[in-house]
T-cell receptor
């Protein structure tokens, strides 16, 4: 399975933008890039996903490099409620990997007031 | 209803006990999942059900037995567990296992302690 690499931790101040990087140099053409976050004592929460083009939704934006070997999750204005572990995940729908969502180590985001 | 509901939220069981975890969703999702999460670690996939049939078993020990009685309900039956099985057990659902879905929805989990 293709792997992702994320920094262990990042910090931000409240109301500032946050850019969370993810490297996935072994990504294949059919792998979707997914982001989930997990707040303390909760299950993971879907944030955003994309294939090739940049994506925006009410929670965040996803910027995907042209060669797709890296991506960045952008939180436009961090709030205290955004403090969580953010997981960058590649999801393949080929053969035996169909339906599998494998979590990497994730990035712990700390937001300071 | 846009939630996955897991019960109980907390469970303490002895190594000789038999217990079950329950997961329910009413979003019409046809794929359901069980994950196990140890403290400070990412979730690990255990089982995948697609259209009420088990499609993936990630070499999980037989003391964990999943069941999908209908499209809305997923159970995880536990028997003769070990203390190292203590973890947060997460249930998730998605529209399907293909790429046409919009993300997995996770429950808040059952915190299991085996004594």
């Amino acid at each position: 399975d293709a792997k992702t690499t994320q920094p262990n931790s990042m910090e931000s101040n409240e109301e500032e933008p946050v850019h969370l990087p993810c490297n996935h140099s072994t990504i294949s053409g059919t792998d979707y890039i997914h982001w989930y976050r997990q707040l303390p004592s909760q299950g993971p929460e879907y944030v955003i996903h994309g294939l090739t083009s940049n994506v925006n939704n009410r929670m965040a934006s996803l910027a995907i490099a042209e060669d797709r070997k890296s991506s960045t999750l952008i939180l436009h204005r961090a709030t205290l409620r955004d403090a969580a572990v953010y997981y960058c995940i590649l999801r393949s729908d080929r053969g035996s990997t169909l339906g599998r969502l494998y979590f990497g180590r994730g990035t712990q985001l700390t937001v300071w007031p | 209803d846009t939630e996955v509901t897991q019960t109980p939220k907390h469970l303490v069981m002895g190594m000789t006990n038999k217990k079950s975890l329950k997961c329910e969703q009413h979003m019409g999702h046809r794929a359901m999942y069980w994950y196990k999460q140890k403290a400070k670690k990412p979730p690990e996939l255990m089982f995948v059900y697609s259209y009420e049939k088990l499609s993936i078993n990630e070499s999980v020990p037989s003391r964990f037995s999943p069941e999908c009685p209908n499209s809305s309900l997923l159970n995880l039956h536990l028997h003769a567990l070990q203390p190292e099985d203590s973890a947060l057990y997460l249930c998730a659902s998605s529209q399907g296992t293909g790429t046409s879905y919009y993300g997995y929805t996770f429950g808040s989990g059952t915190r299991l302690t085996v004594v």
